[in-house]
């Protein structure tokens, strides 16, 4: 089994199965060497081939378990080491009384390999043959009748709560593990949104600085130009001119090259079009977008725009079950308001406040509102199970000028 943190006690219970019952069966051989009896060859015999068989079956489930294969011998092939094991116990158990000590370590087995509901039938079967054993060999007694009943209710209880905490330490580690993904996915995300932040403030940068002086020189130049086109120095008039062109050009190139890809061509609006007819069409979702091309927002909140609308529409595809969801953005006195609804299945909003369970998509939900406070804005979430689900950012408008 993988290591987790309960590693070592589930080992300590696995070692203490394994000495009690060799502790047993010594027990059973000691009894027949120091009360001989004609039957005692025959006991000391079959309790050696039953410590044989039971320490070949720990050895190669631990080999088993250390090449990473499956916890134990696995399938048929553990099945039947527990057959043969029942079977040499019982004849053992027909030869000595001491035998039916050992019952209580197969109990555990019975549990293990059998599960829950066939392993409690195999405890009650052997329950029952060493009630009888203890009863045909030396009398029928209380002592004969509750020892074995109440060794079966201790293994019981025993082997359901190991059984249990074995569950709670696999979910445990399943836990850990998409934590441990999500973290990384986290810093992966994190990582992409500062170097699309940077690009887009250098961007804007270029835009606002170089750009706007290349272009400023450029239209005196070409004033300069036409007020004495005859004039001494007008090639170099022109030729300044010709390269503050070049210059504003290749500045609107590093614009371009430096904004989102996703914007680069016809903004916030173009692109969600984009998507809508190619990659959500193709996953059997109708998107109406209702967005500008030209959105006069800044690049980082467009780009923020992009990505929640990605989001939201990737969790209609895989959970509402919807045929039509709707992109709106609608700007006003007051701010911005941008809205993703669909006509799915909807949720209860309210079970998602919590911590967000292992198999759920809360976590994007969520990294959703994280992105809207980033921006100073409010993330509402409107559902209703059975009527579909609205998503709605509003920004200020001192965000969204």
């Known amino acids: 089994m993988a290591h987790t943190a309960l590693t070592p006690v589930f080992v300590g219970l696995r070692t203490g199965l394994h000495v009690l019952f060799l502790v047993l069966a010594g027990l059973v051989i000691v009894r027949a060497i120091v009360v001989p009896t004609t039957a005692s060859l025959a006991v000391v015999a079959v309790a050696l081939v039953l410590v044989a068989t039971y320490a070949v079956g720990a050895l190669l489930a631990r080999g088993s378990g250390r090449s990473g294969r499956a916890s134990g011998l696995g399938g048929s092939a553990a099945l039947l080491w527990l057959a043969v094991l029942t079977v040499e116990w019982a004849a053992l158990l027909w030869l000595s009384t001491e035998a039916a000590y050992l019952v209580f370590p197969l109990f555990f087995l019975y549990l293990h390999l059998l599960g829950g509901r066939w392993g409690a039938v195999a405890i009650v079967l052997a329950t029952a043959a060493s009630i009888v054993a203890l009863g045909l060999h030396g009398g029928w007694t ?174 209609v595809v895989q959970h509402a079950h919807a045929g039509k969801a709707v992109i709106e953005l609608v700007s006003g006195a007051d701010g911005l308001r941008f809205s993703v609804s669909d006509d799915g299945d909807g949720f209860d909003p309210r079970a998602q406040t919590g911590e967000p369970a292992p198999t759920s998509d809360s976590f994007g939900l969520q990294a959703t509102r994280e992105r809207v406070q980033q921006l100073g804005g409010t993330l509402v979430v409107d559902s209703t199970p059975g009527r579909g689900t609205v998503l709605t950012v509003l920004l200020s408008a001192v965000t969204a000028p």
């Open 142 to 315: 209380v002592g004969g009748v509750v020892g074995p009943l109440v060794g079966a209710g201790v293994a019981l209880l025993i082997g359901l709560g190991y059984q249990a905490l074995a569950r709670e330490a696999a979910e445990r580690e399943a836990l850990m593990r998409e934590l441990l993904d999500t973290r990384d996915q986290l810093a992966v995300t994190e990582h992409e949104s500062g170097v699309l932040a940077e690009r887009s403030r250098l961007a804007r940068e270029i835009h606002d600085t170089l750009a706007q002086g290349l272009s400023s020189i450029q239209l005196l130049l070409h004033a300069a130009e036409r007020a004495d086109p005859e004039g001494p120095g007008v090639e170099h008039i022109r030729l300044a001119r010709e390269t503050a062109a070049t210059g504003l050009a290749d500045a609107r190139r590093f614009i371009r090259e430096l904004a989102p890809p996703d914007l680069d061509d016809q903004g916030l609006g173009g692109a969600l079009r984009r998507l809508a007819a190619t990659q959500w069409a193709a996953q059997g979702l109708t998107v109406e977008v209702r967005v500008a091309d030209a959105v006069p927002l800044p690049m980082h909140v467009q780009t923020a725009l992009l990505r929640i609308a990605q989001g939201a529409i990737a969790n």
